[in-house]
């Protein structure tokens, strides 16, 4: 009997949804098999603080819905209609959405997709506060590094240390400098975007990004005050992790280091290297408990990662909440994009 197209399309579907959750879950079978026995026995002899593990849940929530709201933020600056209950529902279906697609960018695409189905005549700006809600966040991550690496001072050393701080300095500035100058800038930066376009290789890349922030040079006021809450989120994701390993262990690296440690690690997760990040914040996380702290730290970044992941898995779970008692555009939405993403 020969199957129908139809009957075809489905089993792919299936099958593709299904390694999408394998994947992950295999990443973190490898993870755990790395960890060394006398990390495990550390673990179990260490005293456990479980009031600190769900303060970090709660924070990590905390953190989460602020970023809901920064986005919801971004979209009303263009006059985009998206009451906050809608832009929340939304946005925990995203957050969702992110677990399933390589470089955590599957709830972006989501977000874009519905609303432009919702407000064609904005499509432009629709897609503009998705990405600048991604730079917006990767900037609030920076800051937070940079304040951190100074208000540490000298008392993180070393060469690896030396050039972390070049490098977060390096691109807090710039990052600074061409924000504030593609935003507030006027007439004369549209005639320099306009010569940049037609530099290979970079002027098209450079126009992705400037082309969205010039969007918002009539609502600079939303624009601050949303680079403001992606550096209040950064700082409750360092604390929500420094809880996790003080729950964990009696030496983890201090509130300070974290505040480093976990944007960095934040930011090499992002790549688009493993669904979600997952595995690439856990090894960047150990690899900085290893290098960073001034004083050794008995805490395995590996696991303090682990049970990280563990806090946005219970997170994510608000999404499918969301999704079930959504209206049909929403789910028609999150089907059309889970199934772009799967012909990619």
Not at 266 to 285: K, M, R, T, Y
Request: proline fraction near 5%; avoid cysteine.
């Amino acid at each position: 009997m020969n199957t129908t197209p139809s009957k075809t399309t489905s089993l792919k579907t299936v099958l593709l949804t299904v390694a999408k959750f394998a994947v992950p879950v295999g990443i973190v079978w490898y993870l755990v098999s790395q960890i060394q026995p006398q990390q495990w026995l550390a673990l179990q002899n260490s005293p456990k603080q479980y009031s600190l593990l769900a303060m970090a849940l709660l924070i990590g929530l905390s953190a989460t819905l602020l970023s809901y709201v920064r986005w919801w933020m971004l979209v009303r600056s263009h006059n985009i209609p998206l009451t906050p209950t809608e832009g929340i529902r939304l946005a925990a279906i995203g957050f969702l959405l992110n677990f399933v697609s390589i470089g955590a960018v599957g709830g972006d695409l989501f977000k874009a997709y519905f609303l432009a189905r919702r407000t064609p005549g904005k499509k432009i700006e629709v897609f503009a506060t998705a990405l600048v809600d991604r730079v917006v966040g990767l900037y609030g991550l920076l800051v937070v590094a940079s304040v951190a690496l100074w208000m540490i001072g000298d008392s993180l050393a070393g060469d690896d240390v030396t050039m972390i701080r070049a490098v977060v300095y390096t691109l807090t500035l710039a990052g600074a400098a061409f924000m504030l100058g593609v935003v507030l800038g006027g007439s004369l930066i549209d005639r320099a975007l306009d010569r940049i376009l037609n530099v290979p290789m970079v002027g098209p890349f450079v126009h992705r990004i400037a082309d969205p922030l010039r969007a918002f040079r009539h609502h600079t006021a939303a624009f601050m005050v949303t680079i403001g809450m992606s550096v209040v989120v950064h700082i409750l994701l360092g604390v929500a992790i420094y809880f996790i390993a003080a729950g964990l262990y009696e030496h983890p690296p201090t509130l300070a280091e974290h505040m480093v440690i976990v944007p960095i690690a934040n930011a090499v997760a992002g790549l688009p290297i493993s669904l979600a990040g997952i595995g690439v914040f856990e090894g960047a996380l150990d690899h900085l408990y290893a290098k960073l702290p001034t004083t050794p730290t008995d805490a395995s970044g590996t696991i303090v990662g682990l049970v990280y992941e563990i806090v946005k898995i219970a997170i994510a779970m608000i999404g499918i909440v969301f999704y079930w008692t959504g209206q049909r555009e929403v789910r028609e939405s999150f089907q059309a994009v889970a199934a772009s993403d799967d012909e990619t």
